[in-house]
């Protein structure tokens, strides 16, 4: 009986040690390496632009008062085509669009709910700055697609008043466009944010090549009033002033980092007690360094996403055992997000060569028309 007992015991045993031989195998796979004591953040809310009093920001008076109007209509093509066009080399052709295209303009701007919001962002793109408040909160809600929207409403009546001959208006409206757009490119504090920023600031870069394509042809190379050739070389001189070698594209990335660690908090578990299963299920230490090595090596690909290799992906979900030791932080660091952040690097840098072309080609022109206070430079080639 006790040799049955005994050996019942030695099985007992052996099971024991099999157990925790495959938990600290598992552990070997599951915990970090290269841990110091203390993770510290590369980065704090700090490091992300200042930002001016909400009274005097631009991005606050809309995001504040967008959601009492009604949305606007989405643009028909054609109309589409006016904002965006595919080349500003040709802005004659886009000209004689916006003339042939005159009634349905108006038919769109008639609309009150388009008019209302296209003029609400002139409203909010005359106070004195146009800074990206949003915050980093994963609940943070933030109009960019309103104030995308809006902006294609805007420029229409930057068109719509060329067309009855308002130059000046025009051309004024399209500056304050300019310098409000640039103001919201280089203050992104998301990547979200910057992606629609450049694209706002496209539009009034090549309204101002149609605008002027659009003058020379209606005053026949006379340019006789001096307001309107005035307005025109202040709107030249904002094209100037939007370099997009100033663009950082690696700002917008930290306030994903702080994103990250934020998600990653408020997942976390907590007992009364704060003990050792808090830590088990996430191990914020643990996770800060993954994730700082991680947006080391993004920022590292970010200073030539057309060329650099890619980053390997962070996901730690792959392996085996990652459960038994901070699966909350893993689970946080896994899924789609390095792909995404590594296309939203390329993307930027593709607009961003995109906004340098048009800007060379609209200061061309204004350097043909004796537009700019001195002599154009031309920008060094893209690697």
Not at 48 to 54: A, C, M, N, S, V
Not at 117 to 138: E, N, V
Not at 361 to 367: A, K, N, P, S
Request: some cysteine; charged content about 25%.
């Amino acid at each position: 009986m006790s040799g049955l007992a005994n050996g019942g015991r030695v099985r007992f045993a052996g099971q024991l040690v099999l157990l925790v031989a495959v938990l600290l195998g598992g552990c070997h796979y599951a915990l970090p390496a290269g841990l110091s004591e203390e993770e510290q953040p590369l980065w704090t809310e700090a490091d992300l632009p200042p930002l001016p009093p909400d009274a005097d920001n631009g991005w606050v008076v809309f995001g504040e008062g967008i959601g009492t109007l009604s949305r606007m209509s989405s643009l028909p093509s054609d109309l589409s085509y006016l904002v965006h066009p595919d080349d500003v080399e040709f802005a004659e052709v886009t000209w004689a669009d916006a003339r042939d295209l005159g009634q349905e303009i108006d038919s769109f701007l008639g609309e009150e709910s388009n008019l209302t919001c296209a003029r609400f962002m002139l409203h909010a793109m005359a106070k004195p700055r146009f800074a990206d408040a949003c915050g980093i909160s994963s609940e943070a809600r933030c109009p960019a697609i309103e104030m995308l929207e809006s902006h294609r409403g805007a420029t229409l009546i930057e068109i719509h008043a060329a067309l009855w001959g308002f130059w000046d208006e025009a051309a004024m409206g399209t500056s304050r466009m300019l310098r409000q757009s640039f103001d919201l490119v280089v203050s992104s504090r998301r990547p979200s944010t910057r992606a629609v920023s450049l694209i706002m600031g496209r539009m009034p870069i090549a309204l101002a090549g149609t605008l002027l394509a659009g003058w020379e042809e209606d005053t026949g190379g006379g340019h006789r009033d001096p307001d309107v050739r005035r307005a025109l070389a202040g709107l030249c001189a904002e094209v100037e002033a939007f370099d997009p070698r100033d663009i950082d594209p690696w700002q917008p990335m930290i306030g994903e980092y702080l994103g990250f660690l934020e998600v990653a908090d408020m997942a976390a578990p907590r007992s009364d007690d704060g003990g050792i299963v808090d830590l088990v299920f996430y191990d914020r230490d643990s996770t800060l360094h993954v994730l700082n090595e991680c947006f080391k090596a993004l920022r590292e690909f970010a200073k030539n996403p057309l060329v650099a290799d890619l980053p390997s992906s962070p996901d730690s979900t792959e392996r085996w055992g990652w459960w038994l030791y901070n699966p909350v932080g893993k689970k946080v660091l896994s899924g789609d997000w390095w792909w995404a952040l590594t296309s939203m690097l390329e993307t930027h840098e593709n607009r961003r060569r995109e906004l340098a072309a048009t800007r060379d080609d609209v200061l061309g022109r204004c350097e043909g028309l004796g537009l700019l206070a001195s002599p154009l430079t031309v920008s060094p080639a893209e690697p």
